[in-house]
């Protein structure tokens, strides 16, 4: 019996140490293209709808993922929406479903269904607050939401009871904003000094790429780096970002150019006889364009001029030709002297 009882004690040991041992199932590295609203995530299951002001996110029901953020974690297990307020300069995270944790500075917030918390943003693009508690949901944030595309249908769910001393806006009024798929992809709104107005005679976009700075684009579109800066209400022109969208003046169509006609070279060099009789005289006849200089039996000529020459034996006369690349020719006519 005490035999017994020992082996059944090592059997209980030994599958202790070999469930603890067993290695646990690991996600897998996130990839650059898995990301949701500006945040980083791991698991294939999880779904992300893009909206004109934001993102849904859902997960199986049975599933919590974490989305890891700049400065910020959010933890879901159901279905939440991320709204991008550029304005404001604010993230708002609302839960719809099951229960969202969100993580931020230091600080834990945990939504129910109806509720909300909102990040707000310094200019410089870093979180500067969180909200100190979930509060009611604002119904008018996700009154352009499609959720048809969701996985499974998530109902509305009512706002939250307000905590203690919740004072709602004077006004909770919402003016949709589009924001670009890049500014969902940084997730980090679009500084905006408050007040200022985009020119709007600036009716053409230029993507901030590698290596650019608002000095190198301001060359580039003809206008200057503070005049490109106030057009785009750029609160801090040195903190543009790769993927960031700005407007600029349309550049005037360039005139083409048109090549001017080139006409070649040409030498017109004859006699107007070249068989004499002792005696005889004859004209020597030359036409010569678009060359540099001339020479005639090796003196300065003109291009088009005509040489009487009365030879009293045969004898060969000699036009030099220089042209305006430095190369040159000699051109030759014989004048044949018969007895």
């Known amino acids: 019996m005490l035999k ?3 082996q ?3 059997f209980f040991i030994i599958s202790i140490v070999l469930v ?3 290695p646990s199932a690991t996600t897998p590295t996130p990839t650059p293209d898995m990301t949701c609203g500006g945040y980083a995530f791991s698991d294939a299951m999880l779904l992300c709808v893009v909206q004109p002001n934001g993102m849904l996110i859902q997960t199986p029901l049975e599933t919590q993922i974490a989305l890891s953020g700049a400065e910020n974690t959010l933890t879901i297990k159901g279905t939440a929406y991320v709204h991008q307020d550029n304005e404001a300069l604010a993230q708002v995270i609302i839960a719809l479903e099951g229960a969202v944790i969100v993580s931020a500075r230091g600080n834990t917030r945990i ?3 109806g509720s909300q918390v909102t990040l707000s943003f310094s200019q410089d693009g870093r979180i500067s607050n969180v909200s100190a508690l979930p509060v009611p949901i604002n119904l008018l944030l996700l009154a352009d939401v499609s959720f048809a595309e969701l996985t499974r249908a998530v109902p509305l769910p009512a706002p939250i009871a307000p905590p203690p001393g919740f004072t709602p806006p004077p006004t ?3 003016t949709p904003t589009p924001i670009s798929l890049t500014q969902l992809a940084t997730g980090i709104p679009t500084p905006r000094p408050a007040g ?11 993507t901030v790429s ?3 700075n ?3 684009i301001a060359v580039r579109f003809g206008v200057s780096p503070s005049e490109l800066a106030e057009g785009n209400c750029l609160s801090n022109p040195d903190k543009i970002r790769i993927g960031q969208n700005l407007r600029v003046p349309v550049l005037p169509t360039a005139t083409p150019t048109i090549a001017p006609t080139f006409t070649p070279s040409a030498v017109a060099f004859r006699a107007d006889s070249d068989t004499l009789k002792t005696g005889d005289c004859t004209v020597i006849r030359w036409d010569v364009l678009n060359v540099s200089a001339v020479f005639f039996e090796e003196e300065t000529t003109t291009g088009s001029n005509i040489q009487q020459v009365c030879p009293a034996a045969t004898t060969t006369y000699t036009l030099r030709v220089i042209y305006p690349d430095g190369s040159q020719t000699t051109h030759q006519v014989t004048i044949t002297i018969e007895n």
């Open 4 to 6: 017994e009882l020992r």
């Open 214 to 216: 608002i000095s190198r």
């Open 196 to 206: 200022c107005v985009v020119r709007a005679d600036w009716t053409d976009n230029y």
């Open 172 to 174: 909770m009024t919402f």
């Open 20 to 22: 603890a041992c067993t």
């Open 111 to 113: 939504l129910s269904p």
């Open 8 to 10: 059944a004690i090592l």
């Open 210 to 212: 590698t290596g650019d």
